[in-house]
Nanobody, 126 residues
């Protein structure tokens, strides 16, 4: 089993920045793609950003390209999401997810991911 714990969410104003962190424990996650998703009430969970096992590839949703940056520190079993120029439309619960297959792609569908954190709320006021 793998446990994922997100932190770093909060209430900010439009234009501010936040850095989300995801700590993995239980089993080594260094060989697997990890991603961030977000969800607002009544909507499906949507892909935000993903990173392959060694950080060699990243992918972003169009809505966050140029504003968000995903990174990972395998030595610490951590994944990060740096969010700049936040907009009210970024308000959501953000989830960290682990794709439990040794691949070098970044799945976009939430159903492809095996492990999930409990989520952290990000609220951006206008």
């Amino acid at each position: 089993q793998v446990q994922l714990v997100e932190s770093g969410g909060g209430l900010v104003q439009a234009g501010d920045s936040l850095r989300l962190s995801c700590a993995a424990s239980g089993r080594p996650v260094n060989s697997f793609t990890m991603s961030w998703f977000r969800q607002i009430p009544g909507k499906e969970r949507e892909f935000v950003a993903g990173i392959t096992w060694n950080g060699g590839r990243t992918n972003y949703a169009d809505a966050v390209k140029g504003r968000f940056t995903i990174s990972r520190d395998n030595a610490k079993s951590m994944v990060y999401l740096q969010m700049n120029s936040l907009e009210p439309e970024d308000t959501a619960v953000y989830y960290c997810a682990l794709h439990w297959k040794p691949i070098v792609t970044i799945p976009l569908m939430a159903s492809e991911y095996t492990y999930w954190g409990q989520g952290t709320q990000v609220t951006v006021s206008s």
